[in-house]
């Protein structure tokens, strides 16, 4: 059974940092690309960042790019998203997706970003 489950957010205030962690299970982890998309209440789902299953390459949204960072650890099975300087648009529920043809999703969790 494929599991993904993310962690990590949480209230913060214009400014702060979070990491959100994104633990595989039920996968061959270092096949898969992985990615974190966000979902901000009314609005559609976004690509926020993507990492390659190898060589580790990776692209981000315009609107993170220097920001947020995208790393995996295929030995512990887990992706995370390191977000710098966060700002009220960044409020959204985050989803961890992997992908390699067929793609699987996390449940999400909430990053509000709020004063």
């Known amino acids: 059974q494929v599991q993904l489950v993310e962690s990590g957010g949480g209230l913060v205030q214009p400014g702060d940092s979070l990491r959100l962690s994104c633990a595989a299970s039920g996968i061959y982890f270092s096949t898969y690309a992985m990615r974190w998309y966000r979902q901000a209440p009314g609005k559609e789902r976004e690509l926020v960042a993507a990492?390659?299953?190898?060589?580790?390459?990776?692209t981000y949204a315009d609107s993170v790019k220097g920001r947020f960072t995208i790393s995996r650890d295929n030995a512990k099975n887990t992706m995370y998203l390191q977000m710098n300087t966060l700002k009220p648009e960044d409020t959204a529920v985050y989803y961890c997706?992997?992908?390699?043809?067929?793609?699987?999703w996390g449940r999400g969790t909430l990053v509000t970003v709020s004063s």
């Open positions: 997706n992997a992908l390699r043809g067929i793609e699987y």
């Open positions: 990492i390659a299953s190898v060589a580790g390459i990776t």
